[in-house]
């Protein structure tokens, strides 16, 4: 009968306008895919409440505070003794920190120089550095890590025959020793002359850019800078009667005593995240100056521009435009791949947090998420620093 | 009306050129050009030959001069030589460092699969034969299973039981396909119809083909109803064996996984868009090794009572997890490279969002990746070694073991030296592979 199928064919209209209806489909899509996720976070949490419950496990972050029964074997400030677990997170974020940092400078240093070299229009140094990049970066961290660690440093020979080049820096099989500073009393003044100066160079500098920027005048405002810094430091320095000395490591028995040192293992995770990070940073560098068109060079050379200046002023600033992005995120990448300190008994994050005192206190849960809490902060706070310099280099077309 | 001769006193004749001046031609002005330009290139130049002169002679002298090459245990190599390479002793452990602990009686199950990979891949780069994306897909989809029997064996399980003839028949299928496209120039479908003559309809043919393809299935699941082979755990799975398949597995589900993930961060749906955004920046702001040792300590206690997980398992499930997300943001950028009025011009067409994504977004999405995509892998397969620390027995373990073996107690420079090449040609050779295919598919943008 024509009423019934008229109100058949008017409920399928609806049903099919729901259908096509795009909002109520994305609508339905994500309830899906939030309940699919919801339900695997619910299975795995369920999951892990019984199995600890069956283990005798238990939860919570009063742990920390408990005496870890390990020594550390390195670090850089001096821990109580018996540490507790919140000095081992401490003393593994530190560790991390410095053999980073450390490596981040060096790999800079070095990755420009072998971008540079592989620049050269000599066919042979572009040659050498290219097969420098080649081969380091096409065989794997670990195996250029245990290398260094094997090959290197923990095959050097015994104290008694160190090397020692200059007087108080020492390389032997139990590490590298250099003289530490030891501050005296009146140091602070130097340090607080040394902020000053930073701060009135900064201040000259600004003035000498809006000077120029009015009237056109220049001002050798870098060179004055770096001689006020260096000079009102120096003469602070001097002026108190040079309160600084070194505490040089001496041969005492079977090792050398005082000073700093830091083991093979750190020397060897140094050379090898340079070496490595080096090589990528290199790359970048090369393709940040080709990024450069060739135009510009003849542009400024047009200007009357004279080589070095072009150089400085046309084809640096807009290659390090192409630079600093990715090298930022390479430095990410070094402070990821420490972790490989793991493999070679260099204290770390990863070693002494997440595996000794893991395996030692069973927290497992706290434990990883504490590490992860770390890795993601400074992975934070490097995409910050890059949002920030890519939001200052942003080309302003009109 | 004819030309009259030109007068020759009249014509212009240029005098022959003289040569060019000595040392701007030919390979004296290369060198001078290229190596001696001026003072600062003269000395880099001789400061670089030195110093190769003296690497690569204390290379060669330990490597092939005072280098030891049969021996039996490391005490001889020393003995003989003790400031040469061993190569005896890498020449011994060289199964170790390849199969691992593998039991040495099944190691051509291996090489046999390893070939039969091959095998089935060769047609992909062959002109001559058709049906390339089916092929491909019989790889990701059929041969895993094939493989993972031949590694694994033991006793078939249902599924095994079922799925494994159907690897082997799909194998079969594909090098069959590939004869009949190269020798008789036509795809295995019609030579296998020819019997029934030119009159059959489509759906005869379709008909046909899979009452074909069920008889063959049959016959191969009938004969390898009593094909057994012996069990191996895979705690016995070690070397570059164990590298590929990690290596392999993470590359292979790394694009599908990554191209999902882009999509759902680039998607307009808030809550998916921020589920993959969450993913993916989680994974990418922690080191590998945290994910594997997660993986090593966390997971069994994810999982209920009865299920046990293979330490491999684990770690590849980590590795995966670990690669998607890297994979995800290299398919984003090239997401956010296409043009809009790519977009425009496919909903201009008519086509819906997956016709979009499949035939419009993503072919030109992943031929910009394609390096990116490449170094990605490269990454990846570098990255396996890290599964070494959480004690899996791969090559870089391997590499270790060898210098603790009582024979050759000490020797690792000569296994890590092995090692380190081959690592370096499987990267150089993708890398290298990857450069060829983007000058290939950029002959379109070429003038």
């Given amino acids: 009968m024509p009423p019934i199928s008229l109100a058949v064919d008017a409920r399928r209209g609806r049903v099919a306008e729901w259908l096509y209806d795009s909002r109520f489909r994305s609508i339905v899509a994500q309830a899906v895919v939030v309940g699919i996720v919801a339900w695997g976070f619910w299975y795995l949490a369920s999951n892990t409440q019984e199995n600890m419950a069956r283990r005798g496990l238990s939860t919570g972050f009063d742990f920390v505070f408990g005496t870890a029964g390990f020594d550390i074997s390195w670090s850089l400030f001096q821990i109580s003794t018996p540490a507790s677990y919140i000095d081992v997170y401490k003393v593994g974020i530190v560790n991390t920190l410095a053999v980073s940092i450390l490596s981040i400078a060096f790999a800079t240093v070095l990755g420009f120089a072998v971008g540079m070299l592989r620049l050269s229009n000599n066919w042979l140094v572009s040659r050498l550095a290219g097969w420098y990049i080649e081969v380091l970066r096409n065989t794997p961290l670990l195996l250029q890590i245990f290398f260094w660690f094997i090959g290197v440093f923990t095959g050097l020979p015994p104290p008694r025959q160190s090397y020692q080049p200059v007087e108080g820096f020492v390389l032997n099989n139990r590490g590298f020793f250099m003289p530490a500073p030891v501050a005296g009393e009146t140091l602070w003044i130097t340090g607080v002359s040394f902020l000053a100066a930073c701060v009135a160079a900064i201040v000259l500098h600004r003035w000498a850019r809006a000077r120029q920027a009015t009237t056109g005048k220049r001002f050798p405002s870098i060179l004055a800078g770096f001689g006020i810094v260096i000079g009102a430091t120096g003469l602070a320095f001097v002026a108190t009667g040079m309160p600084l000395s070194w505490d040089v490591p001496k041969l005492r028995g079977f090792n050398f005593t005082g000073g700093m040192t830091v083991p093979p293992a750190f020397c060897a995770l140094l050379i090898a995240l340079s070496v490595y990070t080096s090589c990528f940073i290199a790359e970048m560098v090369r393709a940040g100056i080709q990024s450069v068109s060739h135009g510009q060079t003849e542009a400024s050379f047009a200007l009357g521009l004279k080589p070095n200046w072009t150089t400085r002023l046309v084809i640096v600033p807009q290659a390090m435009r192409a630079i600093i992005p990715p090298l930022i995120s390479s430095y990410l990448n070094v402070t990821k791949n420490s972790s490989l300190a793991v493999a070679i008994g260099y204290p770390d994050l990863v070693a002494v947090w997440m595996q000794t005192s893991l395996n030692q206190s069973g927290r497992a849960i706290e434990i990883v998420a504490t590490t992860m809490l770390f890795y993601m902060t400074c992975s934070l706070s490097i995409s910050m620093l890059l949002n920030v310099y890519n939001r200052r280099i942003q080309l302003r077309e009109r | ?447």
């Fill in chain 2, 1 to 447: 009306m004819a030309t009259e001769a030109p007068n020759p006193a009249l014509v212009f004749q240029p005098k022959p050129s003289l040569p060019p001046p000595p040392f701007t031609v030919g390979p004296v002005a290369w060198v001078r050009a290229n190596l001696f330009s001026g003072p600062v290139n003269t000395l880099l130049t001789l400061a670089s030959i030195w110093g190769l002169y003296l690497t690569l002679a204390a290379f060669l002298e330990w490597a092939w001069f005072d280098a030891v090459f049969e021996a039996n245990s490391r005490r001889e190599c020393l003995d003989k030589s003790p400031t040469g390479a061993c190569w005896a002793g890498v020449r011994a452990n060289w199964g170790r460092l390849i199969y691992g602990p593998y039991p040495l009686a099944e190691r051509w199950r291996i090489d046999f699969a390893f070939l039969a990979l091959i095998a089935w891949m060769a047609p992909l780069w062959i002109r001559a034969v058709t049906g390339k994306i089916a092929i491909a897909a019989t790889i990701v989809c059929a041969y895993p299973f094939f493989a993972a029997y031949m590694f694994l064996g033991g006793t078939r399980e249902e599924t095994m039981t079922v799925l494994f003839p159907a690897a082997v028949l799909a194998g079969i299928g594909v090098l069959a396909h590939s004869a009949c496209c190269i020798l008789a120039g036509r795809p295995l479908p019609d030579v296998l119809l020819r019997p029934f003559g030119e009159g059959l309809t489509d759906k005869g043919r379709s008909r046909a083909l899979a009452a074909i393809a069920a008889v063959a299935y049959a016959v191969v699941l009938a004969a390898a109803w009593n094909f057994e082979l012996a069990e191996v755990k895979t705690d016995r799975w070690g070397g570059l064996f164990l590298t590929l398949v990690i290596s392999g597995i993470g590359i292979t589900s790394a694009l599908p996984s990554g191209i999902l993930l882009a999509l759902g961060r680039r998607s307009t749906m808030p809550l998916i868009r921020i589920l993959c955004v969450c993913y993916i920046e989680l994974i990418r702001s922690v080191p590998l090794i945290t994910i594997l040792f997660m993986a090593k300590t966390m997971f069994p206690l994810f999982m209920p009572q009865h299920i046990v997980v293979d330490e491999l398992v684990r770690a590849i499930v980590a590795v995966c997890l670990f690669a998607a997300a890297y994979m995800a943001e290299i398919v984003r950028g090239g997401l956010q490279a296409l043009p809009k009025g790519q977009y425009e011009a496919a909903a201009a067409v008519g086509l819906n969002y997956w016709q979009t994504t499949l035939f419009i977004v993503m072919p030109q999405a992943l031929k910009a990746m394609i390096p990116n995509i490449v170094s990605n892998f490269i990454g990846l397969f570098k990255d396996t070694t890290l599964v070494a620390i959480i004690g899996l027995k791969d090559l870089m373990l391997q590499v270790d073991s060898a210098g603790k073996d009582r024979d050759w107690l000490g020797l690792f420079r000569e296994p890590y030296f092995v090692a380190t090449a081959i690592y370096f040609f499987f990267c150089y050779c993708m890398s290298k592979y990857s450069q060829s295919l983007e000058r290939k598919l950029s002959a379109g943008n070429r003038r």
